[in-house]
């Protein structure tokens, strides 16, 4: 995992007065799950918007699959977008349309398949995220909280991708469901070979799945590393989430 997928370099960000990010700098190399962890208002969210090119930052760089996303034409940049999947955290499916028909969206957008291959495809895709068939046919209303994550994740799948983006992938579940979905993750990771981002505050998916994360303090990243690197910094920030009561308790509770 040696091949950096993806690079932060000196961003800097400001909406108006508020100076969210003052050179943040970070890598992700390829194959690996990496976190981004940080308290809130600390810019996790707005990086990883960033890195998908729903916002801009005021300054810095930001690398993907080798290209430059600050300073790319539209085809390239149509070309990156097809590379990435996203699991936005409220699941973001639209409701006026299925599971199979929020899965299949892009694919009948994006490319020139068949009806017949595309819910092939889309049935494939909501196989591997382990919602049953009937599912396909379910409005986004009649779904659980879980379901409702698998099916967007079986959406951010349906191209293929070589990055997965996921918001706060387990929040809203209950400790059950959010452990069956880190194990999701880690399965899909290791079956499809792909490369995954994730802004997350769940202990458990920093102490489980994680390999590498970033925690972001003080506009700027204050630990990256493993979890064992990053235990050894002294910040206030990192010392806040893994010190603190619940910190404590998983490290009494061990891996």
Known sequence: ?????????????????????????????????????GGSGSGKSTL?????????????????????????????????????GVLFQSGAL?????????????????????????SEI????INMVGLP???AELYPAELSGGMIKRAALARALAMDPKLLFLDEPTSGLDPVGAQDFDNLILK?????GITVVMVT????????????FAVLGDKKVVAEGALDDV?????????????GVRGQLRNLNGK
């Not at 050894?232 to 010190?243: E, L």
Request: a negative charge.
């Open 1 to 37: 995992m040696s091949n950096t997928i993806v690079e932060v370099i000196d961003v800097v960000t400001r909406f108006g007065p508020n100076h969210v990010h003052d050179g943040v700098s970070l890598h992700v190399c390829e194959g690996e799950i990496y976190g981004l962890l």
């Open 48 to 84: 990883l918007k960033q890195m998908i090119m729903l916002l801009r930052p005021e300054s810095g760089n930001i690398h993907i699959l080798g290209q430059d996303i600050l300073d790319i034409d539209h085809i390239h940049a149509d070309w990156l977008r097809r590379q990435w």
């Open 94 to 118: 639209f409701s006026s349309m299925t599971v199979a028909d929020n899965v299949g969206i892009r694919l009948k957008q994006e490319t020139n398949l068949s009806e017949k291959i595309i």
């Open 122 to 125: 889309v049935q494939v895709k």
């Open 133 to 135: 068939q009937h599912a």
């Open 188 to 192: 899909l990771r290791d079956m499809l």
């Open 201 to 212: 505050h769940d202990l458990d998916s920093i102490w489980s799945i994680v390999d590498r």
């Open 231 to 243: 235990l050894k910094h002294s910040h206030p920030v990192v010392g806040a989430f893994f010190g």
